[in-house]
């Protein structure tokens, strides 16, 4: 069954540096997505892209943050300077015509 | 008033039992409906994708949406073990690439 991958599963970094948090969707899907969840937290939407530019952002999605498409399978996403607050699991999700959005295991970022 | 409401539990039932979860709304334009499973430190598993108000059934579980009242449920029968887990709702106002607004999960443990 396809599936959607994430890559590190944990990332620990210090405060101020920059990460790459790394995704394959499933292949014939069109949207994708990235999400956080803070520890004890909800689930909560930080992009959207599709057609190669984003789609929807949050505000949560500073100027700190950005998604790339670098070839045809994976999708990225970059935090340029992290911050203690930016530690969370981070889920990519993916989505064909219709909005069944199917995710990731996450990949957990620790800063320090 | 948040937009989406859950029950945090803890909701601790036996095995067997019938399961009710729940979830209210304030945004009417949501019409898409989804229940995702998610084991502690694991990305959300998708469990029903529903549309609109009305019921969907798959094996054991039973998804029902009122709109008319922004109270969605999802039903769990003959409930096992392994269904213990945290169970959020989220929803969505469009059928493409939109994000979803997650509810913050009910954590449900299932005793032998």
């Known amino acids: 069954e396809p599936e959607v991958t994430q890559t590190p599963s944990h990332q620990v970094t210090q405060m101020g540096q920059e990460v790459i948090l790394r995704c394959v969707p499933i292949?014939?899907?069109?949207?994708f997505y990235w999400y956080r969840q803070i520890l004890g937290q909800k689930v909560e939407f930080l992009v959207s892209f599709y057609n190669n530019e984003i789609s929807e952002k949050s505000e949560i999605f500073d100027d700190q943050f950005s998604v790339e498409r670098p070839d045809g399978s994976n999708f990225t996403l970059k935090i340029r300077s992290t911050k203690l607050e930016d530690s969370a699991m981070y889920f990519c999700?993916?989505?064909?015509?219709?909005?069944?959005?199917?995710f990731g295991p996450g990949t957990r970022l620790t800063v320090l | 008033q948040k937009e989406v409401e859950q029950d945090p539990g803890p909701l601790s039932v036996p095995e067997g039992a019938i399961v009710s979860l729940n979830c209210t709304y304030s945004?009417?334009?949501?019409?898409?409906f989804m229940w995702y499973r998610q084991y502690s430190r694991k990305g959300p598993e998708l469990l029903m994708y529903?549309?609109?108000?009305g019921n969907k059934e798959d094996g054991r579980f039973t998804a029902q949406v009122d709109k008319s009242s922004k109270y969605i449920s999802l039903f769990i029968r003959d409930s096992q073990p392994s269904d213990s887990a945290t169970y959020l709702c989220a929803m969505s106002a469009n059928n493409y690439g939109q994000n979803f607004v997650f509810g913050p999960g009910t954590r449900l443990s299932v005793l032998p």
């Open positions: 292949s014939n899907h069109l949207y």
């Open positions: 999700a993916s989505s064909g015509p219709y909005n069944e959005q199917f």
């Open positions: 529903t549309y609109s108000s």
């Open positions: 945004n009417s334009a949501f019409q898409y």
